[in-house]
């Protein structure tokens, strides 16, 4: 299954080689969330591609990115000034008398400040960084849609909320940001055919078993051990990845989440251990992955059928 992925997270992509527009009120509303004490996980670059805004509409989406980085600092201040006061009171013990107790509060509350710290900076950031633009099961990517007859970019949430779905259920059932394409008439099927949309990435990661990916045998008393691994397509092209999405809500709170749909894997990714591989579809088929006719299945079916098959070459990530 597809993990994590580096995807085209600057919108202007999509509209240059697409013509898609910004679907602004979806993206201020997860920025609302965030100024309002929500933790969306929205990928750096997402932000960052609306520094400088070239319309009234960006720069409405840029003032809710500013408002809700203000907010966030406030609050990492706040939870800062606790882990002082709780070193402080430590401090004040540690003089009276040497605990393990008050040492291991300050241990504590110094290595909480210090992540604090890191988040502020990265906040804080204005000059793009490596991985700024990857994505893990649980962030936010973008995925285009069509919406009356246009497309529209949209920020959903990389693991899809199932129609009828609770977020216990969710939670019972964490590995809905692939579908596998063996269960699209099945687990998916109130979305197959109706709910349909393309993202886009240039490197995918899996995570292999080490002793798979060596082509062996665990030995006696060997524990597995897991590798990461970077796919790119030896082209240099980007993959489209077909995805199916869903507007959750429970009449309080909303959510716009997806999945990934992947196959059995090509050649050279199930040589590494990997026995998925995420699809990547014909750029002449997005237009018609985006209008589906779900009394015409079997056209959704032969698009991932006839899937491009780039070599994914492969290096060792982590």
Not at 102 to 121: F, G, M, P, Y
Not at 193 to 203: D, K
Not at 245 to 262: M, N, P, Q, R
């Amino acid at each position: 299954m597809c993990y994590s992925a580096q995807i085209w997270a600057d919108y202007k992509k999509f509209t240059r080689q697409f013509g898609a527009i910004l679907s602004v009120g979806e993206f201020t509303r997860i920025f609302w969330e965030r100024r309002e004490g929500g933790s969306p996980k929205i990928p750096k670059a997402i932000e960052l591609a609306f520094a400088e805004p070239r319309d009234e509409f960006e720069a409405q989406v840029k003032q809710m990115i500013d408002e809700a980085r203000e907010a966030e600092l406030g609050r990492i201040e706040e939870r800062v000034a606790i882990q002082q006061e709780k070193i402080a009171e430590a401090e004040v013990a540690l003089q009276k008398r040497v605990t393990k107790k008050s040492q291991e509060i300050i241990r504590v509350a110094s290595n909480r400040i210090a992540a604090e710290r890191l988040k502020a900076d990265k906040l804080r950031r204005t000059e793009p960084a490596e991985d700024d633009d990857r994505i893990w099961p649980g962030d936010y990517t973008l995925v285009m849609v069509v919406e009356d007859g246009r497309k529209v970019i949209k920020p959903m949430r990389y693991q899809c909320r199932l129609p009828g779905w609770t977020v216990a259920d969710e939670k019972a059932k964490p590995g809905t940001y692939n579908a596998r394409r063996d269960s699209l008439r099945s687990v998916w099927k109130r979305l197959y055919g109706y709910n349909h949309g393309i993202m886009v990435a240039t490197h995918f990661y899996e995570s292999v078993a080490r002793h798979d990916y060596e082509q062996r045998a665990l030995t006696d008393g060997e524990r597995p051990k897991s590798m990461e691994l970077e796919f790119t397509p030896q082209t240099g092209e980007p993959l489209y990845i077909p995805v199916l999405w869903y507007a959750w809500t429970d009449g309080v709170e909303e959510l716009l989440s997806c999945a990934a749909i992947t196959d059995n894997p090509e050649p050279e990714v199930a040589m590494t251990g990997h026995d998925r591989t995420i699809i990547n579809i014909k750029p002449e088929h997005v237009d018609a992955w985006l209008s589906p006719d779900p009394n015409n299945l079997a056209a959704m079916d032969e698009i991932l059928e006839d899937k491009q098959h780039p070599y994914y070459e492969h290096r060792v990530a982590a």
